[in-house]
């Protein structure tokens, strides 16, 4: 008997990202900007959707204020590009390594709060951080700011390339996220996060330190999502406030693409973003009605698919795309192969 994680779907998965991973790289070769803008928003947001999905669906942390981190990522890398002259890519892991710094002292203060008190503490830390980058006054306080001309152009010196240089740093932070949420999830940590989930209650009892545990996982999401807030404001080259710390742009989509598309799976932000970019691009010429479209699908897949999409694929059929779950694998014995060998021979 072999034990394995690997399976012919996740094989076939592992060579279509591959190949798909090849054309997306060559996009400013082919695509035009706007293709550019609207791809680069796809990794943005799929992005977000795993960190949230890491939080929620594995660490059980339900936030509804990651918009805090959104907000910080951008306005800390307009600040430190604007008055310390850097240009702004380079500024990146400075900005991650901020945005776990500061999620150290909230996630202190977080941590003390549970259930639906934990999510409503998160949304009042987002509002707090927005209130304060309100009073920004060399930001331009509540109406917000651009970044000056000669900060745009030292990512690049023409338009195409620093759309081409947007695209590829979308692109890059969203292959790390994804490999980040992948290898944690497979390692000893993942495991005790799994148990968490599960039951927290027993995994204490074998000795996961479910406070450590959770919290390393609050901080790293912070950070990550604060280097995702810089690259969409840098992408915007525009932020205030109120589009900063927007709890519906940055969190409630971001719910909705995990839940409709699988919480607690890696292949369900994926599904859910697809399908929420086919809505939005399909409907949002609708207005309001559009919002209440997204709602309504929302509520009709949570009837009929509690697990979302994926999770509902993956009980009816068993196909799973990352190579997660071991399974046990039936494997011959040398004597069979052996006589398979002579048989194969003789014939020859």
Not at 33 to 62: H, I, K, M
Not at 239 to 244: E, L
Not at 248 to 258: E, K, L
Request: overall charge positive; charged content about 10%; proline content about 3%.
């Amino acid at each position: 008997m072999l034990v394995t994680r690997n399976s012919r779907s996740s094989n076939a998965f592992i060579v279509f990202v591959g190949v798909t991973l090849l054309v997306l790289c060559t996009a400013p070769l082919w695509a035009g900007r706007a293709d550019l803008r609207f791809l680069s928003e796809v990794f943005l947001y799929l992005g977000l959707a795993y960190l949230w999905n890491l939080l929620a669906g594995y660490a059980g942390l339900v936030s509804v204020g990651q918009q805090a981190y959104v907000g910080f990522g951008g306005y800390l890398l307009f600040a430190l590009a604007i008055n310390v002259g850097v240009t702004p890519l380079a500024l990146l892991p400075v900005v991650g390594v901020a945005g776990v710094l500061i999620a150290i002292p909230v996630a202190a203060l977080m941590f003390r709060l549970h259930g639906a008190y934990f999510a409503i503490g998160t949304w009042v830390v987002a509002e707090v951080f927005r209130l304060t980058a309100a009073q920004i006054t060399s930001l331009g306080g509540g109406s917000g700011t651009s970044l000056p001309v000669s900060v745009v152009k030292s990512i690049a010196s023409s338009r195409s390339g620093r759309e081409s240089l947007s695209y590829w740093a979308a692109l890059a932070i969203l292959v790390f996220v994804i490999a980040l949420v992948f290898w944690f999830l497979r390692s000893r940590s993942g495991l005790a996060l799994t148990a968490i989930r599960d039951n927290e209650l027993a995994a204490e009892s074998l000795g996961i330190s479910v406070w450590r545990t959770k919290f390393v996982v609050y901080i790293l999401t912070a950070g990550l999502t604060s280097i995702l807030g810089a690259l969409i404001f840098l992408q915007k080259l525009r932020i205030s406030p109120d589009a900063a710390f927007s709890v519906n742009d940055w969190t409630a989509f971001v719910i909705f693409i995990v839940v409709i598309g699988g919480i607690g799976t890696l292949e369900g932000p994926i599904i859910g973003t697809l399908l929420y970019f086919l809505l939005r691009e399909t409907l949002a010429d609708l207005g309001t009605a559009y919002l209440v479209i997204l709602g309504a699908t929302a509520i009709v897949i949570m009837l009929f698919a509690p697990k979302g999409i994926w999770g509902f694929i993956k009980e009816r059929f068993g196909i799973e795309l990352f190579p997660m779950t071991r399974r046990v694998v039936k494997k011959q014995s040398v004597q069979t192969q052996n006589t398979q060998t002579l048989k194969g021979e003789n014939r020859d």
